[in-house]
């Protein structure tokens, strides 16, 4: 039957990949002349206020495996909870901080390496600080829509019992699949597509 042509139809979603990274990290990619760095390598410099931590993400399916062609792009507030947005209207953000940065995983590891500092407390809503949290947008070959989650700190814990988002997820052994440890000079965080330990994911 022939589709009326008062209404339209949304149009199907496609993978991402495998060109995602030729588009958004030529560089990594070995296409130079392009852009001189890609987009999101740095978020820091030497004048950029707050506590400097590592992050290193690492993308896994169903079995565990980490991906190797996966992509992930990090926002956050800086170290006064204020974005570094037009749209910010709060205050005046750290004009040495980016607030964004994009990673591809390495081909060997898997890992997602970022070098940013811890954010401040933003408030929700209704008022109330939401913990310090990093949010993350996940694209990788197969996954037709990016995936959006955040990533809040082990080490914030009275924070992360407080916060409106993390007390909005009824099956509380889920929670964990949102914190990321502590270990050395870094904090280390898994997302996981699917299987027990599937991380909690969001609508945006």
């Not at 080490?155 to 699949?177: G, S």
């Not at 280390?188 to 599937?198: I, S, T």
Request: aromatic share 8%.
């Amino acid at each position: 039957m022939t589709q009326s042509l008062d209404r339209l139809k949304e149009s199907p979603s496609q993978t991402a990949g495998p060109y995602v990274h030729i588009g958004l990290t030529p560089n990594f990619c070995g296409i130079g002349g392009v852009i001189p760095s890609d987009l999101g390598t740095s978020m820091v410099n030497e004048r950029t206020r707050g506590e400097r931590i590592g992050l290193k993400i690492r993308v896994l399916d169903g079995t565990g495996t980490p991906l190797k062609d996966a992509l992930v792009e990090i926002w956050q507030a800086d170290a006064d909870g204020l974005y570094n947005s037009p749209a910010e209207l709060r205050g005046t953000a750290d004009p040495d901080f980016v607030g964004w940065g994009r990673c591809p995983s390495d081909m060997e590891t898997g890992l997602c390496v970022f070098e940013t500092i811890k954010p401040g407390c933003v408030p929700f809503g209704d008022g109330r600080l939401m913990a310090p949290h990093i949010s993350l947008w996940i694209v990788a070959r197969g996954i037709n829509i990016g995936l959006h989650t955040r990533l809040f700190f082990a080490d914030e814990a009275k924070a992360n019992a407080q916060d409106p988002i993390l007390a909005r997820i009824e099956h509380r052994v889920r929670v964990p699949t949102l914190i990321a440890e502590r270990k050395g000079d870094a904090y280390v965080f898994d997302v996981h597509l699917q299987g027990d330990k599937e991380t909690v994911f969001f609508d945006s």
